[in-house]
């Protein structure tokens, strides 16, 4: 049986430590807070669950903070968790069985991490992170911001998700601010770093920077294939960003050359042509996505709507607009199964019904994405 260790690093996390703590207390069998400098009711609310709360002087590193928590575990294994993370409702029996049934030569167990839910709960993005690992050396965190333990030894899966459930935006520019910082002191960028300093520069906008970030990241020989697939499409999206858009569609192509083509990355290259009213390659490339294999289990980013509901609108739009009424329909019923509550898929179950009725008084609609 698996005796494991809750080990977090918190500040300011009044709002959102209880849920989390609530949601996994009976789970496990030690809790270590790690405090990096709160100001509020922080403490006193982690105090309420154990009594293994330290503090810890916050140097901008959370490989630092996470494994000074870990070194106060004295369980055999390390679980970690944020503060606005919690343990999906209802699996604690079978968080519970795992710990059972897990033979004790298991050094890493991969759970999903959920994060960007809709009105309906469905995560926008899923993938697979090393949420708990054996204590030892071997397994700690490395980077400073976007830390990551290397999987290694006997890793298993297991399908109990951890759901990312913010409550309140955070300070946006932190990890920004300190690759920034690593930069203007010289420090060396792993292929981790740069990827990830490329990302942050991308989703703040500076586009002309993060051109120059991932593309040297995609020059190294040591980065990961997924991170390069991923960082193709974000070198894209900086090239959208400076109006150079055919550079944007090669960086899109780019991503193919490091494995499978995958649904994020055709349902980029079908908005490319969709948007441009090259509706026949937008629905090659819509079909291509609903075609990819979706590869959660090597641990890339994955967007599930990428797989289904996204290319399966998509294409209805596409056929509409090229005239092939019966096929748009037939998209529209199968982004249908994947979101029976979309708007878009009930509007335009609306609009095939009147343009059955109107098809022949000249009437004009189109469908709608």
């Known amino acids: 049986m698996l005796e494991i260790s809750l080990c977090m690093i918190v500040r300011d996390e009044e709002e959102t430590l209880g849920r989390c703590l609530e949601s996994v207390k009976e789970a496990v069998d030690e809790i270590v807070i790690v405090d990096t400098g709160s100001r509020d009711g922080t403490k006193e609310i982690a105090r309420a669950y154990t009594e293994k709360v330290y503090d810890f002087p916050w140097r901008d590193d959370f490989s630092a903070a996470r494994n000074f928590a870990f070194s106060m575990a004295e369980k055999g294994w390390c679980m970690w968790l944020d503060a606005d993370d919690v343990l999906k409702a209802g699996m604690t029996g079978e968080f519970l069985r795992m710990k059972r049934e897990l033979p004790e030569t298991t050094d890493v167990v991969m759970l999903p ?184 289990e090597s641990g890339a980013f994955v967007n599930e709507e990428c797989y289904g509901y996204l290319p399966a609108i998509s294409l209805c739009v596409c056929y509409d607009r090229l005239g092939d009424w019966e096929r748009a329909e037939e998209y529209n019923r199968i982004a249908g199964t994947y979101r029976p509550d979309s708007a878009h898929y009930l509007q335009n179950l609306q609009y095939f019904s009147r343009r059955r009725q109107q098809k022949n008084r000249g009437h004009s609609e189109e469908a709608h994405i």
């Open 113 to 296: 991490y959920q994060m960007g839910f809709d009105g309906e709960g469905r995560p926008s993005l899923v993938y697979d992170r090393e949420r708990i690992v054996r204590n030892s050396p071997d397994f700690r965190f490395r980077g400073r911001v976007h830390e990551a333990i290397v999987p290694k030894g006997e890793v298993v899966r297991v399908e109990i998700p951890i759901e990312h459930r913010k409550m309140k935006e955070g300070d946006g520019l932190r990890n920004l601010r300190i690759y920034q910082k690593m930069e203007e002191q010289g420090e060396e960028f792993s292929p981790r770093d740069l990827y990830y300093y490329g990302r942050e520069l991308t989703a703040h906008g500076n586009f002309e920077k993060g051109k120059e970030t991932l593309t040297a990241f995609l020059a190294r020989k040591d980065g990961w294939p997924e991170n390069k697939i991923d960082a193709s499409r974000q070198l894209a999206l900086c090239f959208y960003g400076l109006g150079r858009e055919e550079e944007a569609l090669s960086a899109i192509f780019q991503s193919f050359c490091y494995g499978l083509p995958r649904g994020e990355s055709c349902c980029l290259a079908g908005r490319h042509f969709l948007d441009r009213g090259r509706f026949w390659e937008a629905a090659y490339w819509y079909e291509r996505a609903l075609q990819a294999e979706m590869k959660r």
